[in-house]
């Protein structure tokens, strides 16, 4: 039995714990929200002491076989395509080394022509001896498939349901592999099986009722720590950001909302570790961050080749999911000279910039918290 089984029953028969995480989704005055944040900032300081883990996403391709509403990469967006080579990889990773960061986000439409398991293990094993810490948000694979990940060195899995609510789901994703609801909730299941150490879960919030996706995505959570205990969590909240396909969110979900879901979470997943992305801008990263948050990207580009204009000699277009190439005079190409990104990015600081703003703040940037060497005899 998986959680598949137990999403539509689990929130209301999630004993205590759920009980407790619904109470403190009520809503809640100026002062009961500050008191909220108080207790959540106390209990982060007790477990993780002042640190924020820095990380970089790395976008290996924006190639994409399915239509999610939302989603810049969905497949029958017009946009700027590519797929780095290993070596365009290796740049891409080797810029972000220089910059300090030594836990890197590997980041990929979903497109098995483009996107295979064969082609991850060869930028997982391209990167691995300079960045220690590596993970992977792609299409859902496989346990075999991501067994062989995992002893190449992968130590972490990303992976949002984007929204727990069924209907909801079949209404957004209309073509493509990622139309299997059940498929994708599943795979986190299938990763711990695998044997990855971290897993990160979350909901992209915008698309249903905010108060419905916590429950279910807590509900989540729970189900993991007590059915897949010998791995580490991470949960994330991300929210509806400008891209290609011009979506608009569907739901609102207010910045009172977010600082309430992270002190929820934070208080009753007090050992839980919590994302904060640069969708968010740099005034609301730099006021959340003391009071909950474990882990936040910083310098981020969400198209491939984005630091360094690696694979813009690659360049084409896709029209209804076809593939067409660009013309010597195509102005379009000549303006843009790179891959179109997921989303629109709100916080643009450079990386020391935001490792600065977290020392003002009295917190701990780290930017390598992990080495394979741990483990070895």
């Given at each position: ?35 909220l944040?108080?207790?959540?900032a ?18 290996l ?8 509403s ?32 030594r ?38 694979m ?23 609510d ?19 909730l ?23 009722n ?75 990263r730099?006021?959340?961050?003391p ?5 936040m ?19 084409h ?5 076809k ?29 020391q910039?935001?490792a ?22």
């Amino acid at each position: 039995m998986s959680f598949v089984d137990l999403l539509d029953e689990f929130p209301a028969k999630g004993g205590p714990q759920m009980a407790k995480f619904r109470s403190l989704l009520r809503p809640m005055d100026k002062g009961q929200l500050e008191e909220l944040a108080r207790k959540s900032a106390q209990i982060t300081r007790q477990q993780f002491g002042r640190t924020i883990r820095l990380f970089a996403p790395l976008y290996l391709s924006n190639e994409c076989v399915n239509n999610c509403s939302y989603c810049g990469f969905s497949r029958d967006n017009p946009i700027l395509r590519v797929t780095l080579t290993v070596d365009q990889v290796v740049s891409e990773a080797r810029h972000l080394a220089n910059l300090g960061f030594r836990s890197i986000l590997l980041v990929a439409g979903e497109h098995p022509r483009f996107v295979s398991d064969g082609y991850l293990l060869e930028c997982i094993n391209a990167i691995h001896e300079f960045i220690p810490s590596l993970a992977i948000e792609v299409g859902p694979m496989e346990t075999e498939e991501y067994r062989s990940m995992v002893k190449a060195g992968c130590e972490g899995l990303v992976v949002y349901q984007e929204t727990y609510d069924r209907s909801t789901y079949d209404l957004l994703h209309t073509a493509g592999p990622k139309k299997n609801f059940a498929w994708r909730l599943e795979c986190p299941e299938r990763a711990y099986a695998a044997g990855f150490r971290r897993i990160g879960i979350g909901a992209l919030f915008g698309l249903h009722n905010w108060k419905s996706e916590a429950e279910r995505l807590a509900a989540h959570l729970a189900y993991l720590q007590q059915h897949c205990w010998k791995a580490s969590y991470t949960v994330s909240f991300p929210r509806i950001r400008p891209a290609a396909g011009g979506f608009q969110p569907i739901c609102e979900f207010t910045d009172a909302n977010f600082l309430q879901l992270v002190c929820a979470f934070r208080i009753c997943f007090p050992d839980v570790g919590i994302v904060l992305s640069t969708r968010e801008t740099e005034a609301f990263r730099n006021g959340i961050a003391p009071l909950g948050i474990t882990s936040m990207s910083a310098g981020s580009h969400t198209e491939p080749g984005g630091y360094t204009g690696e694979g813009s000699d690659s360049l084409h277009l896709t029209i209804r999911g076809k593939r067409v190439e660009l013309e010597d005079d195509d102005t379009t190409a000549n303006e843009k000279k790179c891959a179109t990104g997921q989303f629109g990015i709100a916080d643009n600081r450079t990386p020391q910039a935001v490792a600065a703003s977290l020392i003002a703040s009295d917190l701990d940037p780290v930017w390598k918290d992990w080495e394979q060497a741990i483990l070895s005899p």
